[in-house]
């Protein structure tokens, strides 16, 4: 499984149908709808293929589409390198080394230090020192279009 920044994973892309990722992955062994009351932009469904070590989310309100991946599989590859293999230190300069030299981390209410790559939407989560989860994605709006996003350079 390649995590392909900003388009998605393998032959699923960033944008795709429910039916199109139902096609590659099967039917999922759980589904969520999340929204949430009052708030008529968000609405998001999640299936959850866990024999296969991945989420995938749908956005949108008009139109679903795949807008985010989320996986802790530990064959998962970035740049062709197995990321479950590797620690803090080397992610960040793998993904340095790619071009993505905006980091922002945070320790997390549930207890995972997360690191995020905001100019390439995504995002590595480890707990006591060892990556547990991946996630990575693109901004749809309501109508399930990709959205673009701004450098995310400093305005000071």
Known sequence: MEIQLLEGLDSLKFGDLPVAVENVLGKPEEIENIGEEGDEDLDTIIWNYDELGITVFFEGKNNHVLSCFETDHESTTLFGKKVFEMNEAEIIDLMKSEGYTHIDSGDEEWGEKRISFDEALID?????????????????????????????????
């Open 124 to 156: 590595f989560y480890f707990h006591n020192n060892e990556l547990v989860t991946v996630n990575w994605g693109v901004f749809v709006n309501e109508d399930g279009e990709i959205e673009e996003f701004d450098d995310f350079e400093d305005d000071e």
